[in-house]
C-alpha cells in the first residue's frame, strides 16, 4: 500500500529565509507525487507535481521540489519566504492509472515569524 | 483553468436532519470527482470517488447509507449526510480530475459541517 510520510509538523522559519518541507513516500512502482498548500479554513491548491522527466520541478509561488528516487523523498523548497506563505502543506502520491486514488501525508504546519 | 467550488460553504444543522453539499467543476468537466474528510489539524482521508452516471465507490469504513454520493451531470456531484449527528462535523472538501489531465486533482474550497 501506498503511504507518506511528512516528519515534520511543524516548522517556523524567518521571513526572507529558505525553507525545506519534507516528504517521504512508500510506493510499489513509480510514483506520482504532489504537493498541495491549504491556507485556514481553504480548500487545497496544487502548488506542484512530479510524473517523469526532470527531477526538479518548478511550481506555482516560487516553490520547486526535487525528486530522489533513492531517498524515496520529494522535499519542498523555497529560497526565500513570504509572510503570505505560513499556511498548511501536504505531500501527495497517486497513480496515473489503476485506482488513481491520492494519498496524502499528515501535514506541515508554516509559521513564519518577521 | 480549474475551478471548482462547493456549496455552501458552512453549515449548521441539528441532529437528525439530512445536509446536502454541492461541488462543482466550474469551468471543465470532471467525469470522476472525490469527495474527503478532513479533521482538525489533521490530513485528508478520502471518503468515496464519484463517477458521472454510475455509482460511487465508498472506501473501507465509510458508510455509503449514511453519506449519499450522486454524480448526476459531468460538472456535478453531491454529497448527502443524512441523519447527521455531531460526530459528523468535519470539514468536507471534494476535487475533480479535468481531463485530459487525469492525473491531477483540482480541490474545492471545502464545506465546514457543524451538527448540533
Known amino acids: 500500500a501506498q503511504s507518506v510520510t511528512q516528519p515534520d509538523i511543524h516548522i517556523t522559519v524567518s521571513e526572507g529565509a529558505s525553507l525545506e518541507l519534507r516528504c517521504n513516500y512508500s510506493y510499489g512502482a513509480t510514483p506520482y507525487l504532489f504537493w498541495y498548500v491549504q491556507s485556514p479554513g481553504q480548500g487545497l491548491q496544487l502548488l506542484l507535481k512530479?510524473?517523469?522527466?526532470?527531477?526538479l520541478v518548478q511550481g506555482i509561488k516560487g516553490f520547486e521540489a526535487e525528486f530522489k528516487r533513492s531517498q524515496s523523498s520529494f522535499n519542498l523548497r523555497k529560497p526565500s519566504v513570504h509572510w503570505s506563505d505560513a499556511a498548511e502543506y501536504f505531500c501527495a502520491v497517486g497513480a496515473l492509472f489503476g485506482n488513481e486514488k491520492l494519498t496524502f501525508g499528515t501535514g506541515t504546519r508554516l509559521t513564519i515569524i518577521p | 483553468g480549474a475551478v471548482v467550488s462547493q456549496h455552501p460553504s458552512r453549515v449548521i444543522c441539528k441532529s437528525g436532519t439530512s445536509v446536502k453539499i454541492e461541488c462543482r467543476s466550474l469551468?471543465?468537466?470532471?467525469?470522476?470527482m472525490f469527495w474527503y474528510r478532513q479533521f482538525p489539524k489533521q490530513s485528508l482521508m478520502l471518503m468515496a470517488t464519484s463517477n458521472e452516471g454510475s455509482k460511487a465507490t465508498y472506501e473501507q469504513g465509510v458508510e455509503k447509507d449514511k453519506f449519499l454520493i450522486n454524480h448526476a451531470s459531468l460538472t456535478l456531484s453531491t454529497l448527502t449526510v443524512t441523519s447527521a449527528h455531531p460526530e459528523d462535523s468535519s470539514f468536507y472538501i471534494c476535487s475533480a480530475r479535468k481531463l485530459p489531465e487525469t492525473d491531477t486533482q483540482y480541490f474545492g474550497p471545502g464545506t465546514r459541517l457543524t451538527v448540533l
Open positions: 512530479y510524473f517523469s522527466g526532470d527531477t
Open positions: 469551468d471543465f468537466q470532471a467525469t470522476t
